[in-house]
């Protein structure tokens, strides 16, 4: 097995027990810099190997407290600097999770702009890359917040949606069903991502902000940490 084996569509890459591992490099973007995948609880010594030889050194985890709580992400003695930046709240009194995937996403659109604003700061940072960012099976709120990302560095729209739809092969959601425990125990249905889907998203924050960098500056990102973000991705 090879650190890097890539498919035809988005860069696939081979690490032992995470799933939907792959570079967000795609179409012209620097490779090599952000990689996405979901969550790092089965990861094995193996595949911490091969997370070492890719360099990366900081990983954003998407995903709620009582997510990480149950299934926490292992690192088998990687040296890299771990955040936190939940781009939706824990279920409570104030939060109930959508019901269905469209509501989802314009939710992650507005309660998500603390966390997304969070990790452009950190992909800014003179440390920052190569940075891991994952959500639990990396497809929803890690698939929004790399489409963002991606779109800031001038991706193509049609690029931006045919990475965000390869979630659905590499996790085997385009060949039926996949159901999951969640973490309050209950068995739930993995829905396919759709491009309608994102299209809401990104939608709401253009109307509601103008741009995707007036959206971040208000969640305090600087113009000079949008600029380097850009100069970083492209070639």
Known sequence: MTDREFDAVSPRLA???????????????RPGLIYRSGALNSLTPEGARHLARLGIR???????????????????????EALHHPLLPDHGDDFSWPKTMADTYRVMAE?????????????????????????????????LTIAVLQSLAGLGQAEVVADFLSSNRHLGLDAGPVYYIDEQGERRRSHPVEATYLDLALTHLHTAHGSLDTFLTTHGVTPTELTTLRENLRP
């Open 15 to 29: 690490v032992p027990d995470v799933a939907n591992f792959r570079d967000a490099g795609v179409a012209g973007l």
């Open 58 to 80: 900081t990983v954003i985890d998407l995903r709620t407290t009582a997510e990480r709580t149950v299934w926490p992400d292992l690192h088998h003695g990687l040296e890299l």
């Open 111 to 143: 309660t998500g702009g603390p966390s997304i604003a969070a990790t452009v700061r950190r992909l800014a940072a003179p440390d920052g890359l190569p940075t891991l960012i994952h959500c639990a099976v990396g497809k929803d709120r890690t698939g």
